[in-house]
């Protein structure tokens, strides 16, 4: 090691918090598996050899969406072909088809479309509650939360408690992108800013309603705006301890507006999951979404901090219209062996991380 990055594994050997210099430094590090090395020490001390998925399924209600982010490939507008838009009974159809897997999570995310009401998706969250009961409901970015409270006329807080109310359990990490309004206003500039992304998370917490977080790199931004992104997720957790788990998501170019820019390569996937777990010293789970990263990129992440694979999916659409190669769901068993294959103790969990099986 270099002397700057001897001095950065001391600090992590001492438990000592990283500042925003170390994380820019460490972007420029080629030697990767000390990198590895240093976050799963970290890994290491939070939870173990333990690597935890769940059994969920994802719904994605509509992809009619009037934001038309550059880098998305997802939505559409309403005359577009290949445009949907699912009923109540539609999203508890697709609940009832996953219930023989055992599902310990419904995952719905959707789209901002430009006419339905905010009640239609109070509706799809007191018709799925009523109907799976034991079910975990994790729904809404905080990008459509802000959206809800936008054309309902109410606040973030009303919103989220109408929701939790219906029966949602919490919320996940997407719409975080990268967290710089000057990239925002180039890439997603009709859809929430960086500090409504932050606030409707803080409301979240608040609230009582754990979430998720993420990072959309491999794009526009530079090394410098992925740390301050990180610090940013930093100091979210120090002032609520609301984020479960950051998501690290490779930017996939391919039916976006950004299809010039190249996809991002396996080291860079595993540097950015690695300084991750540096960075987030206060966040327990680092999350290897194997939809976006591939099932090999995912397992080798195991060993550069990564400590969760997400879960078996289903049928995901959003990575898919982007180019993404994997398959769009995993059985059970799958990844139970893609963990133990690697070395390390499979852990099904709910979506609060709650133990429901080691294997």
Known sequence: MDKKLTEIKEKVDAGERLSREDGIYLFSVNDLLSLGEMAQSVRNRKTGRDVYFNVNRHINLTNICMSRCKFCAFGRDKDDPGAYCMT????????????????????????????????????????????FPGIHIQGFTAVEI??????????????LQELKDAGLGSLPGGGAEILKDHLRNITCPRKASSQQWLDVHRTAHQLGLPTNTTMLYGHIESVEDRVDHMLTLRELQD??????????????????????????TAVEDLKVISISRLMLDNVDHIKAFWIMLSIGVAQISLAFGANDLD????????????????DVGIPKSDLIQLIRSAGYTPVERDTVYNVIKRY
Not at 146 to 159: C, K, L, T
């Open 146 to 159: 802000q959206y809800f409270a936008d054309i309902s006329g109410r606040s973030v807080q009303e919103v």
């Open 311 to 326: 879960g078996t999916v289903v049928e995901e659409k959003i990575t898919h219209a982007a180019g993404a190669t994997t």
């Open 239 to 264: 002032e609520t301890g609301g984020i479960q788990s950051f998501i690290p998501l490779p930017f996939h170019p391919e039916n976006t507006k950004l299809s010039h820019i190249p996809r991002v």
């Open 88 to 131: 109540v009974e539609d999203a508890v159809r697709l609940g009832r088809e996953a219930l023989p897997m055992n599902i310990t999570e419904l995952h719905v995310v959707s789209a901002l479309h430009p006419d339905l009401p905010f009640q239609y998706y109070v509706d799809v969250v007191k018709a799925l509650r009523q109907n």
